[in-house]
């Protein structure tokens, strides 16, 4: 009886059963072999990572003066460290429960976890915009990230819903939407925060959004999440759901069509151990040293862009610094839509990343001598850098993640991505306050002999760039070898 409800296949095609949305969807995809791209698919992860990116900077603009309206802070000094403390907040939430909401991707499915997490950032995100304390804030915050575990799940769909080919154009797909969205989020934020001073004949005194000033950019962003749940309806699950009977039955018959290897690797894969996984974990080690480089560069970028001319800076604007970021994240789009994936093929995610590591060190150290330019040269000069240094960065990132993604087989792939987002909210926890406490430093020494004003704080990022680039390399990094089962499915 069991047969009728398997569809045979072709030789050394791998069996679908009829009831299980994993099977649907590989099926799905082996039939679609030589249609090209899957533009479906790729809006799926597009609208997923969007909806979830947009609220992480969207208050950025607005949490000076969100912290200030508290009254909370003694002096104007200590406004900056509460408004720490809420950023901190949401990356503690997801260090301390990725790990649990990758174990339930991988238990109960994709799906679930990721409609969950839309429907936590339409409540919580209202909320947030919502606050009135100190205390709420930092309460909406943490419990945005904390019971929002799409993140990691959705990498690993990402790489499942696509034929193999595509993965690398499908985790692109997720650094372009995750870097659309952190460039949109703090525009909707400074845009649309305080409407009634900003659009005193749109939104009158004594309103909602006199009372609530902070509500409007939140509620948008909700709004699209709202719709992005609508859709999650629709999207197929990834998971398989093949039960124990027919698993052991599909060893046995591997055993006796010869497939004695495959068997065996199977059943030691299955109850595998993923922190002695050294594949997988070699590139989270090195995915958390780049993310900490990163928002530390990302740190610092921000704060020597605004400072004076005397202290090494640019001494621009927020607007300029805003400018330079928008045409950053545009390059960045079209660069890991239409360009990663035929680099990737060509080079494979470790050579690339590794050429790109090694090519982002004298570029990053050349931005202390950029700040000797002005005018349009400067402006040139500085976007061009920044294009450069964010392309390099998400070659990096997104390597690491085809890496990972490789390393464990799809029924651990969720805690995979939840160790790998754990680790790196950790690293990301403790970059900002360490950039910035580095570059105040630098611009106290501006008379050094040795590495004087920002030129050490460059030197130290290029440091842990050095780090991670060596990490790159045998022994540290190993790759997962392919399996006779991987190479017949």
């Known amino acids: ?174 650094s372009a939407a995750w870097g659309t969205g952190l460039i949109i989020g703090p525009a909707l934020g400074g845009y649309l925060a305080q409407p009634v001073e900003k659009y005193p004949h749109l939104f009158s005194k004594g309103s909602i959004w006199d009372k609530f000033p902070y509500l409007l950019p939140n509620l948008v962003i909700s709004a699209v999440a709202f719709l992005v749940i609508i859709c999650c309806f629709w999207i197929p699950e990834t998971l398989h759901t093949h039960s124990c009977s027919d698993e052991s039955v599909e060893d046995a018959e591997a055993l006796e069509n010869g497939n004695s290897g495959a068997g065996k690797d199977m059943t030691s894969q299955k109850n595998e151990n993923l922190l002695l996984n050294w594949p997988l974990m070699s590139s989270i080690i090195i995915y958390c040293v780049f993310s900490l480089h990163d928002i530390a560069y990302q740190e610092v970028f921000s704060l020597w862009s605004v400072s004076p001319r005397k202290l090494g800076g640019l001494n621009f604007s927020t607007n300029d610094v805003g400018n330079v970021l928008s045409i950053t994240g545009v390059a960045m789009i079209i660069y890991q839509i239409l360009v990663y994936p035929f680099v990737e093929r060509a080079c494979g995610p470790v050579g690339i990343g590794r050429i790109t590591g090694m090519l982002s060190i004298p570029l990053l150290q050349s931005y202390p001598f950029i700040a000797l330019l002005s005018g349009v040269a400067l402006t040139i000069v500085i976007v061009t850098a920044s294009i450069l240094k964010n392309i390099m960065s998400t070659t990096i990132r997104t390597g690491l993640f085809l890496l990972q993604n490789r390393a464990v087989e799809q029924h651990q792939r969720g805690a995979a991505n939840g160790i790998s987002m754990t680790g790196m909210s950790l690293f990301k926890a403790i970059g900002p306050a360490t950039g910035g406490a580095v570059l105040t430093w630098s611009q106290k020494r501006m008379d050094a002999s040795f590495l004087s004003g920002t030129n050490i704080v460059f030197f130290v990022l290029n440091i842990i760039e050095a780090i991670g680039i060596i990490m790159m390399f045998k022994p540290f990094l190993a790759e997962k070898k392919k399996t006779q089962s991987d190479q017949l499915q």
């Open 1 to 174: 009886m069991r047969e009728e409800n398997v569809k045979q296949p072709l030789l050394g095609r791998k069996k679908y059963y009829d009831n299980c949305p994993g099977c649907k969807v590989d099926q799905a995809k082996e039939l679609s072999e030589g249609q090209g791209v899957p533009i479906k698919n790729l809006a799926i992860i597009w609208t997923l990572v969007l909806s979830n990116a947009l609220p992480i900077s969207s208050l950025f603009p607005f949490l000076y003066f969100m912290v200030r309206d508290f009254n909370i802070a003694k002096t104007e000094a200590d406004i900056s460290s509460y408004a720490g403390y809420i950023g901190s907040s949401f990356m503690l939430g997801r260090c301390l429960t990725s790990i649990l909401w990758g174990v339930v991707a991988d238990r109960y499915g994709r799906k679930p976890v990721m409609f969950a997490g839309i429907v936590v950032v339409v409540i919580f995100n209202t909320l947030f915009g919502l606050s009135t304390s100190f205390w709420m804030a930092l309460t909406t915050r943490f419990l945005l990230e904390s019971l929002n575990g799409m993140v990691g799940p959705v990498k690993a769909y990402a790489t499942e819903i696509f034929r193999d080919e595509h993965h690398a154009l499908g985790l692109s797909t997720v």
